[in-house]
């Protein structure tokens, strides 16, 4: 194989063209085969991973917003064999077989599972394609992002359009963005990926159309996709992870507890927000200014009347212990010779997009006429980039980039016209205009993109946090999100949660929505509680909402509402070291932090609304939030512990009666959990002990992971890490620090253990050390000094 391994392109295509011919096997990097004027390229960038590119007459371009060219360049040897109708190729883990009389493909795995099967060869249609695969009746798919409708989309149909969808419905489409990337899941628990890299206005159909039937196509473009075998469904989220990458770490403050509204008004209002955070003992980190603090809806400028200075507010939020984040809208106001820098700037850099007769494509948006940024050219994005230079200088740490479908007003399409202009300057694709059709889906991505390269470069040692509205497959390399304008109803709470851990499979491992519902009439007290129980186990927590209705902040509807909220965010504090260790893992590995149960455990047919923090925590809220009936909640397990009281559970499921102050919440037997003592900002460094909650069980494993929480030292040695082991033998409890990884030093004195489900005395011994303790309330603690090296701990249950 080393052999073909620099070949050139026609060299390869001849030998594909023998070995499509030929009857023994061949192994070559990638095959081509040509039908019906129609060319099909498939390779495997990896074992487990095929894609397929077809196109009439000549291949398509082999270019992408979403994969990067190291990756698509990549290929494990294929092994050709042949027989008088079919070609099948294989790698370790795949195996493609191709009808050589109409090219329908079939993907299945080495044990011969069929992943995706062409129920009909594709179709070019118009200037677009269909593509109709075989749906089992025992699959379900997920992913496609935050789409509506339930967690399963079988049955559903969508459009991919990134679209302004204010006040969406709760089977809103199209909305916000376009991943169309799905997520396959039979029930023996094997999944495979499906990800088709298009950024043309397209669709999925699962079976809504037509019976057994998984359609989907685009209106331009070619065909490229590729399909990913698992067969666990976290080996595919891997897989895509491959392919579009993951999520940078986030800065650790944007973990911590949002306050966000349309508008507040000026720095008064905004300092008494801060303030009132502060007094109500309400843990927060950033507080945000949406549209109004702008000059006349200019962006990047500020109205001077309301906001004086924005470095000073800044210091002011400091003070706080607050970060500030500004909206920063992407419409550029169309005023030439008013001195307003973006505008004169932009033109004189010829940056903004054209309309086909070469003039300057003029929308209005809030400022009025407005121009927009070609964020598919360097030049534009570096340009964008620069705009956010004094802002940095004035100490604001995020940026929000709304309105990037892009959205347009008075205009019934909601965004431009199709024949837009951009310029395509990006390796791999032929210099070259393209139109709106084509760009439309991937704007958002690139205008979040041209943010975060911006603040990388402005300020070389933060960790930017970009929150975007729009954006496509890959988008997570660049920007959070969050799922628009909501409403506030308890069907969009609900909602929340099939949109986020869609969201989290579908690569956005940071995403939130808007606590309490933006549009509509401003939530009951129950509703606002229920949201921010939700809410505190979300990846991104943020409370936001609209103009003109009542407040929504979190002490809103007096103290007893405001004690139940406050319990909950001070509980998202105390469990910052898990939840910030779910971060960094997402940031290797691409697992997200909120995950859907199937991901942990891909047979357990979780209820509707049960979703899981990470590996160790299964939350599951109301089936229907305002009956009073008690509702059944399944676990994966026997043994499982209710995280709120420790107590062990000997049933693999259990039965919750509604309390508007109880949000149930179920731990993994076998947890490790790391808590801190609580903080009111992450800019407070905690003192005292780090907890090391266990909870006995099979596979018992946990880890802790720090850094300074801001900037790129964890990428220099400046970060610790460790993990931990145990297990139960029924009289002793075995708990295994390894040795700590990192060169950061640690905040907390010691560990204390507190372990669960524990009853009696016990003898414990570290070192040489032996210790007696004893046990309250079903729990045994440990007060331990700080564990650096490799050590074992031996806990006996006293007879
Ligand atoms: O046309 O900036 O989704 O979060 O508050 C509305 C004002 C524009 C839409 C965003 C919303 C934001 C609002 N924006």
Not at 47 to 66: C, T
Request: hydrophobic share 40%; aromatic share 12%.
């Amino acid at each position: 194989m080393a052999m073909f391994a620099g070949m050139g392109r026609i060299a390869l295509g001849l030998l594909a063209m023998l070995a499509a011919g030929a009857t023994h096997a061949e192994t070559l990097p990638r095959y081509l085969i040509e039908q019906g004027g129609v060319k099909m390229e498939i390779s495997a960038p990896r074992a487990d991973i095929v894609r397929i590119r077809e196109g009439q007459g000549a291949l398509p371009e082999d270019a992408s917003w979403a994969v990067s060219q190291t990756v698509r360049g990549a290929t494990v040897p294929l092994d050709v064999s042949d027989t008088a109708t079919a070609t099948t190729l294989r790698t370790s883990a795949l195996s493609i077989t191709i009808d050589k009389a109409t090219l329908a493909v079939t993907v299945a795995d080495t044990s011969g599972r069929v992943l995706l099967a062409d129920a009909q060869a594709a179709a070019f249609e118009n200037k677009g394609f269909r593509l109709r695969k075989v749906m089992p009746a025992d699959e379900h798919y997920f992913g496609l992002g935050d789409k509506t409708g339930p967690l399963d989309r079988r049955g559903e149909s969508f459009a991919l359009w990134n679209t302004d969808a204010y006040g969406f419905g709760t089977e809103g489409d199209p909305i916000y963005k376009s991943i169309p990337y799905v997520l396959g899941l039979n029930d023996n628990g094997q999944a495979f990926g499906l990800f088709m890299d298009n950024t043309f206005r397209s669709f999925f159909d699962f079976g809504k159309t037509e019976r057994d039937t998984l359609d989907f196509g685009a209106e331009g473009g070619s065909i490229d996709y590729y399909v990913m075998a698992g067969p666990d469904p976290k080996a595919v989220v891997e897989d895509y992870a491959y392919l579009t990458g993951t999520a940078p770490l986030t800065p650790e403050w944007a973990l911590g507890f949002q306050q966000s509204h349309y508008s507040y008004m000026n720095e008064g209002e905004a300092m008494g927000i801060a303030d009132r955070l502060r007094a109500d003992h309400i843990p927060s980190d950033a507080i945000y200014l949406d549209i109004d603090y702008q000059d006349r809806n200019r962006p990047f400028t500020v109205n001077t009347q309301a906001f004086p200075d924005m470095a000073a507010f800044v210091q002011k939020l400091k003070a706080d212990k607050l970060h500030l984040i500004l909206i920063t809208d992407l419409h550029i106001a169309d005023a030439p010779n008013q001195g307003y820098a973006p505008y004169d700037t932009g033109t004189a850099a010829g940056v903004f997009l054209k309309n086909p007769d070469g003039s300057t494509f003029v929308g209005p948006v809030w400022p009025g006429p407005a121009v927009f940024p070609d964020f598919s050219r360097p030049t534009a994005r570096d340009w964008w980039g620069q705009q956010y230079a004094g802002f940095v200088k004035d100490g604001v740490s995020g940026f929000w980039n709304d309105m990037n479908e892009p959205a347009v007003f008075e205009t019934p399409t909601k965004t431009m016209p199709l024949d837009v202009v951009h310029r395509i300057e990006e390796p791999g694709f032929a210099p070259r205009d393209a139109t709106q059709a084509e760009m439309h889906n991937v704007y958002g991505l690139l205008n979040s993109r041209a943010t975060y390269d911006g603040l990388r470069k402005l300020s070389p040692d933060q960790r930017p946090f970009v929150l975007t509205r729009a954006s496509y497959a890959g988008g997570q390399r660049y920007a959070a999100t969050w799922t628009g304008d909501n409403t506030s109803s308890w069907a969009h709470l609900s909602l929340s949660i099939s949109q986020l851990t869609n969201l989290g499979l579908s690569g956005f491992a940071y995403a939130g929505d808007d606590i309490g519902g933006f549009t509509g009439d401003a939530p009951s007290p129950e509703l606002l509680t229920r949201w921010i129980e939700v809410g505190a186990f979300n990846p991104i927590m943020r409370d936001h909402y609209a103009k003109g209705r009542d407040p929504q902040e979190v002490w809103v509807h007096g103290p007893e509402q405001e004690a139940i909220r406050r319990t909950y965010i001070d509980e998202r504090y105390r469990l910052m070291p898990y939840i910030y260790g779910l971060a960094e893992e997402n940031s290797r590995d691409g697992l997200p932090v909120m995950r859907a149960t199937f991901l942990e455990f891909p047979k357990f047919a979780a209820a509707v609304n049960q979703f899981m923090l990470g590996d160790d925590l299964l939350v599951a809220p109301p089936v229907t939030w305002e009956s009073p009936a008690a509702y059944p909640v399944p676990l994966p397990s026997a043994g499982w512990y209710d995280y709120w009281t420790g107590q062990r559970l000997d049933t693999p499921g259990t039965q919750e009666t509604p309390r508007l102050d109880r949000l149930p919440v179920f731990v993994r037997p076998g947890a490790i959990l790391p808590k801190q003592p609580l903080v009111q900002s992450l800019s407070d460094t905690p003192s005292g002990q780090l907890e090391l909650h266990v909870y006995p069980g099979p596979d018992c494993h946990g880890s802790i992971y720090l850094d300074d929480g801001e900037s790129y030292g964890y990428t220099k040695g400046q970060y610790l890490r460790q993990s931990f082991h145990c297990s139960d033998d029924g009289k002793t409890l075995t708990f295994a620090f390894d040795k700590r990884d990192g060169a950061y030093a640690p905040w907390w004195t010691g560990f204390t253990l507190v372990v669960h489900g524990w009853s009696g005395k016990a003898t414990a011994k570290m070192d040489r050390k032996t210790m007696t303790a004893q046990s309250a309330n079903g729990t045994l603690t440990l007060v331990l000094s700080d564990v650096v090296k490799a050590s074992t701990l031996v806990i006996n249950r006293a007879p």
